[in-house]
């Protein structure tokens, strides 16, 4: 069983947004049951470049589309994005260095990022970008 299934709650009524996140929400999931299973070594690699993609691709999706419709909540909505991007690079170090723990922060750290950020600040922009026509 997942850790999180898709819901509504979940969603930012942006269609292509919302694809994106579930990409994370799957990620979150491969590590909940690769943990379970005692095999979180074997997935931390793969995880790792799975989040540096999404980084780069969504990250930059939404941030594009904030600035091209003139969202005014985009410079605190990309120091968030920025918190995460660091926070994959030391997950990264971590990873480098054989950390024990780097699991079970990764999905504390995911979890937290979908419920304050993905439910919190992204949800944010939905009304404004949907008023622009986006979705
Ligand atoms: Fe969907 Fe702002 O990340």
Do not use: C
Request: proline share 1%; no cysteine; glycine share 6%.
């Amino acid at each position: 069983m997942p850790l999180l299934k898709w819901n509504k709650e979940l969603s930012v009524e942006i269609n292509s947004i919302d694809e994106q996140h579930k990409k994370l929400i799957q990620m979150l999931n491969n590590l909940f049951t690769a943990l379970k299973n005692d095999e979180e070594a074997n997935y931390l690699r793969q995880m790792l470049k799975g989040l540096a993609e999404y980084t780069v691709e969504h990250f930059q999706y939404e941030e594009d589309l904030m600035q091209e419709h003139g969202y005014d909540g985009y410079a605190e909505h990309k120091a968030e994005h920025d918190r995460f991007v660091s926070k994959v690079s030391e997950f990264r170090k971590k990873f480098d260095s054989d950390d024990e723990d780097l699991a079970i922060e990764m999905l504390d750290f995911i979890s937290d990022w979908i419920q304050g950020h993905i439910m919190g600040t992204d949800k944010k922009y939905s009304p404004f970008l949907l008023g622009k026509g986006v979705g």
